[in-house]
């Protein structure tokens, strides 16, 4: 079992960059892959960015290649999302979840946190 708790979300403006972090609970955080997801109003969850557990291997979606970096710290059972270059269509609660493979679809993670607000201000 795993807890998730992200941080680092807030306002900014577009053009602006914002590091997002989620702190992971249990001896356990190395043999799992992360993922974040984020969810507009009225809008289903989609999928960001993965990793997988040993970090080697990263994933985006199309919207955010290029501006945004996933990356994690196994010692510190840490996981971080690097947004960089904001567009207001970016704002959403962005969550952060643990799975057994680094994939894109929701259903394939068994642990999520609470989530964190970033509004993008054009």
């Known amino acids: 079992q795993v807890q998730l708790v992200e941080s680092g979300g807030g306002l900014v403006q577009a053009g602006g960059s914002l590091r997002l972090s989620c702190a992971a609970s249990?001896?356990?955080?190395?043999?799992?892959?992360m993922g974040w997801f984020r969810q507009a109003p009225g809008k289903e969850r989609e999928f960001v960015a993965a990793i997988s557990w040993s970090g080697i291997n990263s994933y985006y979606a199309g919207s955010v290649k290029g501006r945004f970096t996933i990356s994690r710290d196994n010692a510190e059972n840490t996981v971080y999302l690097q947004m960089n270059s904001l567009k207001a269509e970016d704002t959403a609660v962005y969550y952060c979840?643990?799975?057994?493979?680094?994939?894109?679809?929701?259903?394939?993670?068994?642990?999520w946190g609470q989530g964190t607000q970033v509004t993008v201000s054009s």
């Open positions: 979840a643990a799975g057994t493979r680094p994939i894109t679809l929701v259903r394939g993670y068994d642990h």
């Open positions: 249990g001896r356990t955080f190395s043999s799992y892959a």
